[in-house]
């Protein structure tokens, strides 16, 4: 007899389980960018700038997923609001972590970053295909629209640094667009149709 294909049926979670699941992935993905802003301080303020910024982000995505969870009936403990220091705990197991001080490193870094970002895409690509709750739609779909901006810039990064003839001091010290997420906010009470 053949297992049916897990993706066939999608497992259907309840709303804090699902958001649950939601603000883990941010936290994790706050602290390794977070993580990679230090990295690239000795490198290049831009970028560590960039990476920050980055991490604002998951941030504010983690505040949008905790407010959600007080509107949940009954709210479910799980979900801890973003704290100022949980980041460090998440320590890279394994990784490279040193300050990254060249342009071999920093594309190493920004390679590996931009996978993290097509995985982060894929999590909140599944998140929000095995959404069943309308109230969650407009969050997860938000989710996923700066996943997805997230990688694209990333890809532009290393496709910056890629080439034989960058310059690590004018690629490292361009201060990047402060607004590049913007396009990829989605306002509370649009509509995304």
Request: hydrophobic content about 45%.
């Amino acid at each position: 007899m053949s297992r049916p294909d897990p993706h066939e049926f999608p497992a259907a979670l309840l709303p804090g389980e699902l958001l649950a699941l939601a603000g883990d992935h941010e936290r994790q993905e706050m602290g390794h960018y977070r993580r990679l802003a230090f990295r690239f301080l000795p490198f290049g303020r831009g970028i560590s700038r960039l990476m920050a910024t980055l991490g604002i982000e998951c941030e504010r995505r983690l505040v949008d997923i905790h407010g959600s969870v007080g509107e949940l009936d009954p709210p479910p403990s799980r979900v801890a609001p973003p704290t100022g220091h949980a980041w460090q705990a998440g320590a890279e197991s394994g990784k490279a972590s040193g300050l990254i001080a060249g342009r071999g490193q920093a594309l190493a870094a920004l390679k590996l970053a931009e996978a993290r970002a097509e995985h982060a895409v894929r999590v909140a690509a599944h998140l929000q295909e095995i959404n069943a709750t309308p109230f969650l739609q407009t969050l997860l779909l938000g989710m996923l629209a700066q996943k997805q901006a997230e990688r694209h810039i990333l890809a532009e990064l290393v496709a910056a640094y890629d080439g034989e003839d960058a310059e690590d001091a004018r690629l490292a010290g361009r201060d990047w667009p402060r607004g590049w997420l913007a396009g990829a906010r989605r306002l509370p009470g649009l509509s995304s149709g």
